[in-house]
């Protein structure tokens, strides 16, 4: 396989930086904010999605932020987590609440983070809630996403872990297989563990090498680290529309029957 020196947050700063300016209408994700004010007390006066879900993270956030009642913490996980986000079968509040409390305020990532892949798109919403200056929600839509550019730009980059979704747009295209498609070669072995050893990021690595990747994006498209939060609502947004009918104009182009 050709190998491509551009990295894959070169891929994803160009896929993006002509889009970047677009984001609030893109961004289209709905939530009832009537609940957010009898819960939370949070007044809203944004009329689009993306102003309205602006304003309810960071007043969460400060709420987080001032508050050592885990009581407190714990239902605004449940509800950012279980209602927002709409991951109904959540229910590890506390093991979530633990995970984090050392971190709570923390302005840089840790060189380790020692919590288990199987979740990531539970907790990850927490942590961008109580660690803001460097966590950021992970979820199927957005490693698809990742996944897509990769898979459009050559394939060339380890594959991003892909958490279980809802989305049977994204499932219609299994950008996994497609991605494999490109980059296996002559004699390597079927073994599902051997090809996750070399065309995966470990589980344990995803996290990290994906805020990572936020960084060098929003350093990229706007000329600093402070807009990763950006970058994922661009990639969440872009996932099943735009990014998914690049991906099936490029898979259609390449049919035997084009």
């Given at each position: 396989?050709?190998?491509d020196h551009?990295s ?15 984001l609030?209408s ?11 004010t009898e ?12 102003e ?13 932020a001032?508050?050592?009642c885990?009581?407190?913490q ?21 093991e979530t ?7 709570k305020g923390?302005s ?5 983070l ?13 942590a961008?809630?109580v660690?803001?200056d460097?966590?950021?929600?992970y ?6 996403a ?10 060339n980059?380890?594959i ?12 219609m295209?299994?950008?996994?297989t ?39 994006v ?7 680290t ?5 970058v994922?609502?661009l ?6 529309g ?8 490029r ?8």
């Amino acid at each position: 396989m050709k190998k491509d020196h551009t990295s894959i947050e070169g891929c994803v700063a160009q896929y993006l930086i002509d889009k970047k300016d677009c984001l609030p209408s893109l961004y289209t994700w709905k939530f009832t904010t009537s609940i957010a004010t009898e819960r939370f007390g949070i007044s809203f006066s944004g009329q689009t999605p993306f102003e309205k879900v602006m304003e309810l993270k960071n007043s969460l956030r400060k709420q987080v932020a001032s508050s050592t009642c885990t009581i407190q913490q714990g239902e605004i996980a449940k509800y950012f987590i279980k209602e927002w986000g709409g991951i109904r079968r959540f229910t590890k509040v506390e093991e979530t609440l633990r995970h984090f409390s050392g971190l709570k305020g923390s302005s840089i990532a840790p060189q380790r983070l020692k919590i288990p892949f199987q979740g990531i798109s539970s907790w990850s919403k927490w942590a961008s809630i109580v660690c803001p200056d460097w966590a950021c929600i992970y979820d199927a839509r957005v490693a698809y996403a990742l996944n897509a550019i990769n898979y459009l730009a050559g394939a060339n980059q380890l594959i991003f872990q892909v958490p279980p979704g809802q989305n049977s747009r994204l499932r219609m295209l299994d950008i996994n297989t497609l991605l494999l498609s490109q980059r296996l070669q002559n004699g390597e072995s079927s073994d599902p563990a051997k090809m996750r050893i070399n065309h995966f990021i470990p589980k344990p690595d995803t996290y990290l090498r994906y805020l990572a990747l936020l960084r060098g994006v929003s350093n990229a498209v706007w000329n600093d680290t402070s807009h990763i939060h950006e970058v994922e609502m661009l990639l969440f947004a872009l996932a099943d529309g735009e990014i998914y009918s690049d991906v099936f104009e490029r898979l259609s182009a390449n049919s035997p029957n084009a």
